[in-house]
């Protein structure tokens, strides 16, 4: 504190020995210490700062929960004391309703008065204002001027805001994936990790090129990771796991998966698929439920297909077909157009399993199962029995046809030729009874 100069005074003053930031580990009470005397000392940056620990819960309280209204309360007087950027996270405050009353236009106000001080981080939330219609009309158009305004400022989240609205084709007439890219660049310059996973992203999916650029999104999900971005740590696993550019490691593949973190929804269910399927692991049925309900809380909706199918089977569970059908119809609701819940679940109206048996479910849940790319031999045949309950007899032909060209059973061919027999075309009748008959059955 004796190396600073007087706050007060209008012209520029020393600021050795403040230091405004991350505290490494065991050195918190003394940086805390510090930063409250510098703040009564009258040093707008370390209010600011006092406020964003309150904010975050690291004012050394032991429980460490935030304290919303301290955390206010020195905003304002940062705010009070000129520090432009208090009025952004004063703005973010009302905005989230985060220890005060959710309020869209307060939010706005104090985002405006950031602006009138120059703040370029009160800039990309107006910005975000207008984009996701906050205490304004949405407009598109005004979200990207003032992102403009933000980058032109130095604001990198407004330069990568830039990049997101020309990649979704927001505020213009479809996506400009070049421009995207050029936005991304420059907030990756500024070591915006979230801008380089994005740019990782434009490779691998092919919006810059006719083919996925593997070594370039790789290269990009990397630089990402290393600056700790969650997303690139699921997109590096994802490489590994699908041999993406790169040699296929279940290894690597889990280990970058297990870097993506607990609030990664589809880096938690491919750690299920991973011990699910033992890839790389020993099989292991506890340890992927677990990963599957961690995924389901977080939002996944393939964990609903997963954790379906460990019921149905069994697997490091009892086997419930009442909860299996719970979890596949849940992720139905939510889109789910995976081939295995499409199938399984009609089996279980098909054969009341734990259910009153319902053919008609049975047939829409197998009939989705087929556009999904479904090849099975008993879905075939229990679609080949019911299109015979219907007395549909052609198409029944058609289902026991896919049965037998699946299993080679003799009789599934026979049964095909039963319902060509029923539907009146005698010449293919004959042609399946008779590959029945060479195939053994001896009732044709």
Known sequence: MDLLGNPEQEEPFLRRGLCIG????????????????????GYADAMKDLGDLYYDGKYGAKDDEPDYNTARQWYEKAAENGYSGAYTSLGNMYKNGKGVEKDDEKALDNYMKGVARGNSGAMNQVGICYHDGIGV???????????????????????????????????????????????YMCAAEEDDAAAMNKLGNLYFYAHLSAEPDYENAQKWYQKAANEGNKD?????????????????????ARENYEKAGESNANALNMLGVIYDEGRG?????????????KAEKQG????????????YDGHGVEQSYAKARTYYEQAVEKGSSYGDTLKNL?????????????????????????????????????LGSIFYEEKDHATSAKYFVKQAEKNQSAVSMRNAGVEFSNAGDYEN????????????????
């Open 22 to 41: 991350d505290v490494q580990s065991g050195k918190t009470s003394s940086y805390i210490g510090l930063i409250n005397k510098a703040a009564d000392a």
């Open 137 to 183: 009309e949405k407009d598109y158009v005004q979200a990207m001027e003032w992102y403009l305004k933000a980058s032109n400022a130095g604001s990198s989240s407004a330069m990568y805001n830039l990049g997101k609205m020309y990649m979704n084709g927001e505020g213009i007439d479809q996506p400009d994936y070049e421009e995207a890219k050029n936005w």
């Open 232 to 252: 690139a740590f699921y997109s590096l696993g994802k490489m590994y796991y699908y041999a993406y550019g790169v040699e296929q490691d279940y290894v690597k």
């Open 281 to 293: 692991v020993p099989v292991d049925y506890v340890k992927a439920k677990e990963y599957y309900e």
């Open 300 to 311: 996944s909706d393939q964990a609903l297909d997963n954790l379906g199918s460990l019921y």
């Open 346 to 382: 009609g089996m279980i109206y098909y054969k009341g399993y734990d259910v009153t048996a319902d053919y008609t479910k049975a047939k829409n849940y197998f009939l989705k199962a087929e556009e999904a790319g479904v090849d099975d031999a008993e879905m075939w045949g229990a």
């Open 429 to 444: 009748a004959l042609i399946w009874y008779g590959k029945a008959i060479d195939n053994g059955y001896e009732k044709s």
